[in-house]
């Protein structure tokens, strides 16, 4: 079973999360609550470019940070999501409803 890295950097106006690895329900673990703080307090980017497996836990953690920074008046970023990742993503049909981007300077 794959592992979830994570490293943090602060940005100007957001917090990035470059994630490495499987995205789903066996770890998540810690991230999760890390990242619904952060959404409440600042805009956040997840770099999905070294996904290798995202399941519907994943999806439904990224929902969740979608909604809770529309709550809060923040913005959730997606950077260049994986193949596996993005083919999870637009299996949801709620593809249009994330920002999508390709570089950190899209963020704003």
């Known amino acids: ?3 979830l890295k994570v490293n943090e950097k602060e940005g100007a106006n957001y917090r ?3 994630l490495n690895g499987a995205f789903n329900a066996y770890t998540v673990g810690e991230f999760q609550s890390k990242l619904y703080d952060y959404i409440a307090k600042m805009n956040v980017v ?10 519907p836990t994943g999806m439904g953690i ?3 940070a ?7 008046g923040t913005k959730l970023f997606l950077l260049s999501p ?5 083919t999870v993503i637009t ?11 390709n570089s950190v ?4």
Request: aromatic share 8%; charged share 30%.
């Open 82 to 86: 994986s193949n596996e990742a993005l």
């Open 105 to 108: 300077t899209e963020v704003d």
């Open 16 to 18: 990035l999360f470059e």
């Open 1 to 3: 079973m794959d592992n």
């Open 46 to 55: 997840l770099n999905l470019e070294k996904i290798t497996e995202m399941d």
């Open 91 to 101: 299996n949801t049909g709620f593809k249009n409803l994330f920002k999508i981007i």
């Open 62 to 64: 990224i929902m969740a």
């Open 66 to 72: 979608y909604n809770d920074a529309e709550v809060a």
